[in-house]
DNA sequence: ATGAAAGCGCTAACAA
DNA sequence: TTGTTAGCGCTTTCAT
């Protein structure tokens, strides 16, 4: 691999102007350059980012520690990271974690820092547990309160409880009495922000709050919930955290002869790509990824290219309540009526 | 930060004994081993890779070139890639093209050259075009042929076409006169090579061979396909090359009054999680995301470290239909019962 | 506008 | 079992 050295020679300059005509930096004649960049193509010369990185003290590198599940949720946010972080001409490097524990992120944390990351996004983190680890560069968490120490924090998130308290609105001012929630495991910051969403939408109006269902995000774990509730002909509404569990509490409610919208409503949050071709079309929360990771990615940049200058906050993210099939005003109680349907094919 | 060199000072040793410590080399006491460890952690010395990986000319990261895009497929893949290269203890470094065009593939592979990445993955390129670049590390191609020359450069996929010919044997075999095909963007090696399983199907047992329906992976292009399918009577199979336009396709024929499946069958390739739960449940070939990013990285690991060795050649991956309900025989074409059936309530 | 010298923090090859 | 001596390929600082 041919070096600056080499291009340098080839070219007749010294190894300070190969650096100088590739970082663009001023003070190089034009046909200095011309000639510089002749040399390096003739060589086939490509920046050695490594040696860069540790002359400079800098590597232009963000660091995400993801979690490794699957799921529409985190992989989705991944993927607008990954697109953010290369909007801002940083490279990306991504560590996973298997279950976003305190201990796990300390060691993707670790990990990263080993490989020099002028920044690091902590993606959805899982548990409560803070992490002693004492960091040295700008870190954002996006979903969830700062876990650790770090020069400097910077939090975004995609909203979860609006987004929630949207859901459950939307319920209430179609006439339901109350809303039940299926909701993600506890662990996770995402389910309690919305569990919070949806409590504080029916204490608002003094509505009784009933007992969460819990799920995992798994449409399976929708499907469970969903015949659970079934089986309490009070329930006439029910919002899901997650557009998965949706999709599996409505197959569950259809099983069991329950027609949604006709006699539950039921609403999820995602906005996945599926939800309106589902049947019923889904009434879902649309979550802003796209948005949140950009505006997140926006921030770290600025706390990494401006040590000094102080935090800007987040800007709040657009919530945008999808209306489609799957919600209705609830059933005008008339005995008699809820027995015998038609109901849709199942199973 | 503190260096090998503060430790070293502390711990009363040398440079390199530092070095022999956290490479886990031999010929190191159990004494001087801790000792250099105590001085570590009093320190809070973290080891600096970029200065490792100068001095050692690798880095021990792989980089992924993967789609921006969101999908369930890339994403998924994305997900599967990141969990693979974890388990072989390397680091990853991911960068995404807009569209996986020749030139952005090319851009995307410099900058992970540069980064000094030992391995790299490709992952479902789109473009056939050939890449004119040479590059000195191993490539693996996963779900595409070489694009262009390296060293080194190693495939695996999924398998599509082998998916998507067991996607049509199962309608053919369910008594179907022929299947009818919602492809992907001819522009992806994943699509066309499901057309091309498709096709060998009929093929093979002499049906004729319907014209393609162009998609572009997205539910909302499944159900634009299947509009145009409903319109005509004659169709009794459809297979979609993504669960996503499947469930488009469905959410399409049920508008248009065709039973699911008593009158249209259809199978969609994926198995993405909620396939089981949407209405009807989804007959669809899975796709093995995990088994192909793990056997692929064990491929490319191999490479890396054996370099004169000769390539393995990549294991087949097992092709699992998973039978729901949205799949049945074709109907008895009896006249007049086509008509006035009650169908599933929608939109 | 250009160059010379001195490292960045580590590992490689060899010596002791 | 441990230490010494050279770099890895670049950027920095300071001259010119």
Same mark, same amino acid.
């Given at each position: /691999? !041919?070096?600056?050295?080499?291009?340098?020679?080839?070219?007749?300059?010294?190894?300070?102007?190969?650096?100088?005509?590739?970082?663009? @930096?001023?003070? $190089?004649?034009?046909?200095?350059?011309?000639?510089?960049?002749?040399?390096?193509?003739?060589?086939?010369?490509?920046?050695?980012?490594?040696?860069?990185?540790?002359?400079?003290?800098?590597?232009?590198?963000?660091?995400?520690?993801?979690?490794?599940?699957?799921?529409?949720? !985190?992989?989705?946010?991944?993927?607008?990271?990954?697109?953010?972080?290369?909007?801002?001409?940083?490279?990306? #490097?991504?560590?996973?974690? /298997?279950?976003?524990? !305190?201990?796990?992120?300390?060691?993707?944390?670790?990990?990263?820092?080993?490989?020099?990351?002028?920044?690091? $996004?902590?993606?959805?983190?899982?548990?409560?547990?803070?992490?002693?680890?004492? $960091?040295?560069?700008?870190?954002?968490?996006?979903?969830?309160?700062?876990?650790?120490?770090?020069?400097?924090?910077?939090?975004?998130?995609?909203?979860?409880?609006?987004?929630?308290?949207?859901?459950?609105? #939307?319920?209430?001012?179609?006439? #339901?009495?109350?809303? #039940?929630?299926?909701?993600?495991?506890?662990?996770?910051?995402?389910?309690?922000?919305?569990?919070?969403?949806?409590?504080?939408?029916?204490?608002?109006?003094?509505?009784?709050?009933?007992?969460?269902?819990?799920?995992?995000?798994?449409?399976?774990?929708?499907?469970?919930?969903?015949?659970?509730?079934?089986?309490?002909?009070?329930?006439?509404?029910?919002?899901?955290?997650?557009?998965? /569990?949706?999709?599996?509490?409505?197959?569950?409610?259809?099983?069991?002869?329950?027609?949604?919208?006709?006699?539950?409503?039921? $609403?999820?949050?995602?906005? /996945?790509?599926?939800?309106?071709?589902?049947?019923?079309?889904?009434?879902?929360?649309?979550?802003?990824?796209?948005?949140?990771?950009?505006?997140?990615?926006? =921030?770290?940049?600025?706390?990494? @290219?401006?040590?000094?200058?102080? =935090? !800007?906050?987040?800007?709040?993210?657009?919530?945008?309540?999808?209306?489609?099939?799957?919600?209705?005003?609830?059933?005008?109680?008339?005995?008699?009526?809820?027995?015998?349907?038609?109901?849709?094919?199942?199973?």
């Amino acid at each position: /691999m !041919p070096s600056s050295a080499d291009v340098a020679r080839l070219a007749g300059v010294s190894r300070k102007t190969v650096s100088r005509v590739f970082n663009d @930096e001023p003070y $190089v004649s034009a046909e200095v350059r011309r000639r510089v960049m002749d040399a390096a193509d003739a060589l086939g010369y490509r920046l050695n980012q490594t040696a860069r990185a540790l002359a400079s003290g800098r590597t232009r590198t963000v660091g995400v520690v993801t979690l490794g599940t699957p799921g529409y949720g !985190p992989a989705t946010l991944l993927v607008s990271i990954e697109r953010a972080v290369r909007d801002t001409g940083y490279a990306l #490097h991504v560590v996973s974690t /298997m279950d976003g524990d !305190p201990a796990g992120i300390a060691s993707a944390v670790t990990s990263l820092l080993e490989q020099g990351v002028d920044g690091i $996004v902590i993606s959805e983190p899982v548990d409560e547990g803070k992490v002693s680890i004492r $960091v040295d560069v700008p870190v954002l968490f996006l979903g969830a309160p700062p876990a650790f120490a770090a020069v400097r924090t910077l939090t975004t998130s995609t909203g979860s409880e609006l987004l929630a308290r949207a859901a459950t609105d #939307h319920l209430l001012d179609l006439g #339901h009495a109350t809303v #039940h929630h299926v909701a993600g495991p506890r662990r996770w910051y995402a389910a309690r922000d919305r569990i919070e969403g949806w409590r504080a939408a029916l204490e608002e109006r003094r509505r009784i709050v009933p007992p969460v269902v819990a799920g995992d995000w798994s449409a399976a774990s929708g499907y469970a919930a969903g015949r659970e509730l079934a089986r309490d002909d009070d329930v006439t509404a029910v919002f899901a955290a997650g557009d998965e /569990m949706a999709i599996g509490v409505i197959r569950a409610l259809l099983e069991a002869g329950r027609r949604v919208p006709e006699d539950v409503s039921v $609403v999820g949050l995602d906005d /996945m790509p599926v939800a309106a071709y589902v049947t019923p079309p889904l009434t879902t929360v649309r979550q802003p990824f796209d948005a949140a990771a950009r505006e997140g990615l926006k =921030l770290l940049v600025h706390a990494i @290219e401006n040590p000094g200058a102080d =935090l !800007p906050k987040a800007a709040a993210l657009p919530v945008e309540l999808v209306v489609r099939a799957s919600t209705a005003p609830p059933p005008s109680r008339t005995p008699g009526l809820a027995q015998g349907e038609v109901s849709c094919p199942t199973a």
